[in-house]
């Protein structure tokens, strides 16, 4: 700007004001730091009033979200803080740590408030403390949207596509099975099927099999297994060995078209990782999860040398530390972190930017422990990101959607925002106090006791 504009501006602001100084109606205002804000002019200031955590489990499945209250009447958020296996741990670290901590805060400063409870603990990172932020972040966010009218991908820069391709979960205790429900998906408009067989007599990841097998939703009469009472039986080499045959047999049967996607879900060794990636090349795969646990992020460096491969990657992930190598280095394709674990949605826009330049796509983890509050705010991001993947589908059963009004609706295999302001998303709480946690246990048995048959515990 030169001389004569400056005393152009300031004679308009002098006759709009009826001062020469630079007041808020001035354009200078705009082009020199105004003390207040411009963008919210004319926005009372607000304050955080109450922060509460709701827990439920419509379907059985502990989720955990949090309902930031501001003193504009009417005027609240929602974030998801699930960690459905130590879901009271979050409720503490919210209700007892963070709620006293920012009550009184302007929930406008998100990322400062993201920041200052990071280390409003001294000690950080980690899961439970990183669930609880994210559940305020998310609803901090939401609380943004709303007082701007607006959706939240809006906020984060509008939207690069029209909805979030999904994938579907297609599990099977045979490979027929597996086929069955694969051209379920297809016949519903699904392009992306992430593909899951039991093997026989182990407890296998991901279907519905022997009895106790994590993540099949076996409640397994187990929690007395130890070394020398193995029960839940896991054996990577036979799966090693039935994958590449389901893969052969799925594309004979299902043609090309169909993209397929599969969850490992750690259980291998190196070697059996390395093997295994070879072997299902030819079957084009549009991505293999979590090959490896995260304990062995550097393995990825061997793994990448030998496979083409697509490599997913991150569900367990906590921290930077953990995930930023991995994309820096380009060892995966897709980021697979878990949006209520890492810090919320704050965290998780700054991983779709880094990845962005780096090649790797997002896959953000959205099974049945995401809250549609998750879900949504997923979404939020995927809409307004050029570097999306995938969005991993879940079908919300109706009782969920009786508790979330306003979930993301799905169409043709793709996930659509609702449009309204926020995740747009609201929940029931006199509804969601209907479905408590499943009585009689306070977390899930099934994890931490499935072992070899020698009795060694598996990861996980
Ligand atoms: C996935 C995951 C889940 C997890 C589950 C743990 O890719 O969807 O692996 O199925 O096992 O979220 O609680
Ligand atoms: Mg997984």
């Not at 998906?185 to 099927?193: N, Q, S, T």
């Not at 043609?255 to 990782?273: F, I, M, P």
């Amino acid at each position: 700007m030169d001389r004569r504009d400056v005393l152009r501006w300031l004679s308009i602001g002098a006759a709009a004001g009826g001062s020469g100084s630079f007041s808020q109606e001035s354009p200078l205002a705009f082009a020199w730091a105004p003390q207040k804000p411009v963008a919210t002019k004319g926005l009372p200031l607000l304050k955080i009033a109450d922060i509460k955590t709701i827990l439920t489990a419509p379907n059985g499945i502990r989720l955990v979200v949090v309902k930031v209250v501001t003193n504009e009447p009417g005027l609240y958020g929602l974030g998801c803080a699930t960690f459905t296996q130590r879901a009271y741990a979050v409720e503490t670290a919210v209700e007892q740590y963070l709620k006293p901590f920012l009550i009184g805060r302007n929930p406008d400063e998100i990322e400062d408030i993201w920041q200052s409870s990071y280390v409003s603990s001294y000690w950080r990172n980690g899961p439970v403390l990183f669930n609880a932020m994210s559940g305020i972040d998310m609803a901090l966010w939401d609380i943004k949207g709303k007082r701007a009218n607006m959706p939240v991908y809006q906020l984060l820069g509008g939207k690069c596509r029209f909805a979030a391709d999904l994938y579907f979960h297609a599990s099977g205790r045979d490979f027929q099975e597996v086929e069955e429900n694969a051209r379920k998906a297809m016949e519903g408009g699904y392009r992306h099927v992430r593909v899951q067989a039991a093997v026989p007599g182990l407890a296998s990841y991901g279907a519905r099999g022997v009895t106790g097998a994590p993540g099949a939703g076996g409640a397994p009469d187990a929690d007395v297994a130890g070394p020398a009472n193995p029960r839940s039986i896991w054996e990577s080499a036979p799966y090693v060995r039935m994958l590449p045959k389901l893969f052969e047999y799925l594309r004979v049967k299902l043609g090309d078209e169909v993209e397929l996607l599969h969850d490992v879900h750690e259980r291998v060794t190196l070697n059996q990782a390395v093997n295994l990636c070879k072997e299902l090349e030819k079957y084009r795969l549009f991505f293999l999860e979590d090959p490896l646990p995260p304990e062995e992020n550097d393995h990825f460096r061997i793994l990448r040398q030998q496979t083409s491969i697509p490599l997913a990657m991150g569900e367990l992930f906590n921290t930077q530390h953990e995930y930023v190598p991995l994309i820096a280095n380009r060892l995966i394709d897709f980021i697979r972190i878990h949006i209520s674990q890492v810090g919320g949605l704050s965290m998780a826009r700054k991983v779709a930017a880094l990845c962005e330049f780096f090649g790797v796509k997002t896959a953000w983890h959205g099974p049945g422990d995401v809250s549609p509050v998750g879900h949504a705010a997923g979404l939020a991001l995927e809409l307004a990101s050029y570097n999306f993947g995938i969005h991993e589908g879940y079908v919300f059963p109706p009782e969920t959607r009786e508790v979330f009004q306003g979930c993301p609706e799905v169409r043709n295999g793709y996930m659509y925002a609702t449009e309204a302001p926020g995740f747009g998303i609201d929940v029931d709480e006199k509804l969601a106090a209907k479905f408590p946690f499943p009585p009689g246990r306070t977390f899930d048995h099934s994890w931490g006791t499935t072992r070899r048959r020698d009795g060694t515990v598996i990861r996980p």
